[in-house]
């Protein structure tokens, strides 16, 4: 009986496809750029200020007609006159989310709600340097 060599091995693997690989290497760049701009842009802001003028607990479409009728520019689905309730989605969940950070609260699933307490004007502040 032989020692089987690596190259045998390797052939009994199942090696995913280069191309397929980088393909998804390059969604998740671009997911990743886009999560940044977003958070970036100070538009969870909007959402909040959104979401204090609905009645509570509200599900994810609620909030986005919401967000959508104070800044439809961002908000709206290019080339639709509707909203747009991925960018929502992107805002509320992930790690670095609304939901993860304690800003808002998930009352049950597809169901949301401010909580008590919270100053959104206060999420804002800035410490002054003295």
Known sequence: MSQ??????????????????????????????????????GHWLTLLRAARSIPQPFTLNDISVAVWRACPEFFGM???????????????????????????ERVSEGLFRLPDDLEIESLFETPSIE
């Open 4 to 41: 089987r060599s690596l190259w045998e091995y390797a052939e009994e693997q199942q090696v995913p496809d280069l191309d397929r690989e980088h393909q998804r290497a390059d969604r998740e760049e671009s997911r990743r750029r886009n999560f940044k701009k977003l958070r970036a842009s």
């Open 78 to 104: 290019r080339g639709y006159p509707y909203p747009d309730n991925h960018k929502v989605h992107y805002i509320l969940y992930g790690t670095r989310g609304l939901i993860a950070k304690g800003i808002l």
